[in-house]
């Protein structure tokens, strides 16, 4: 009986575990495509993003990554990844020290409740991230 | 397969030396993924293109996670008087186009 229990909780469970493993896998993969092996270090992007979204598929998102945008010191890419959407990508924003900040707006799709994760890639190699937890009102019709 | 939209820019006519400028970029697309059951199939821009005086000043990739309509907000601080071009390519290959000039006194 106990045998018979476990089995079925296992059977539950085993979908939404198989789910998740492969959701972690498509991130993983889309970051290592991104920004490949870098270390990457939490902190120096300011990323705005409402805590509730009524419309999943408009969620305005800014991002400002510190840097002075000179040639020798300046962001050479921005990451954008929504990590339970169907796929994780969102966008990758490539800068140049044209741009007077290192800063971005765009408008990004979100399937439901989710962390969205932001990397910076700095022109000596270095990766910052950045994370927000949004709530979605109405879900961004993406499958 | 039908044209891309004309894309609509808002950006300053003018500028001072050393000002910085907000420029607002704005292209009307569906972005179907074609992950939708019985959605049309995919129609998406992979590509913007933002040069200026004919250097890269920004690129962007598109993926799912783009909404449609994409609309995308940047800053540049402004030298001279400038021409700044704007191509998005969708997958196909097609391509929309626009270009403005800010003048510096």
């Known amino acids: 009986m106990m045998t018979r229990r476990r089995s079925l909780l296992a059977l539950a469970l085993l979908p939404a575990a198989a789910a998740a493993t492969t959701a972690d896998d498509a991130l993983a993969a889309a970051m290592r495509e991104a920004v490949g092996d870098a270390a990457i270090t939490d902190g120096g992007i300011t990323l705005r993003a409402p805590t509730t979204a009524e419309n999943g598929g408009q969620v305005p998102v800014t991002i400002l990554a510190e840097s002075p945008m000179t040639a020798a010191d300046h962001v050479t890419a921005i990451h954008v990844f929504a990590t339970a959407n169907p796929t994780p990508g969102v966008a990758s924003f490539r800068l140049t020290p044209l741009l007077a900040r290192a800063e971005v707006q765009t408008r990004i799709r979100l399937a439901e409740a989710q962390r969205i994760i932001v990397l910076a890639q700095m022109n000596d190699g270095r990766v910052r991230r950045a994370t927000a937890e949004i709530r979605v009102t109405t879900g961004g019709c993406l499958t | ?105």
């Not at chain 2, 913007?48 to 962007?60: I, P």
């Not at chain 2, 993926?63 to 540049?76: E, I, K, L």
């Open chain 2, 1 to 105: 397969m039908s044209t891309l939209s004309a894309p609509r820019i808002r950006i300053p006519r003018s500028a001072r030396a050393g000002e910085v400028i907000e420029i607002r970029s704005l292209i009307e697309h569906p972005m179907e993924t074609g992950l939708r059951h019985d959605g049309p199939r995919r129609d998406m821009l992979t590509r913007l293109l933002v040069r200026m005086n004919g250097e890269t000043v920004l690129a962007a990739e598109f993926r799912n996670g783009t909404s449609a309509n994409p609309y995308h907000v940047f800053f540049v601080r402004m030298d001279r008087t400038s021409t700044f071009d704007f191509t998005w390519t969708d997958e196909a290959g097609r391509t929309a186009r626009a270009e403005a000039r800010v003048t510096v006194a």
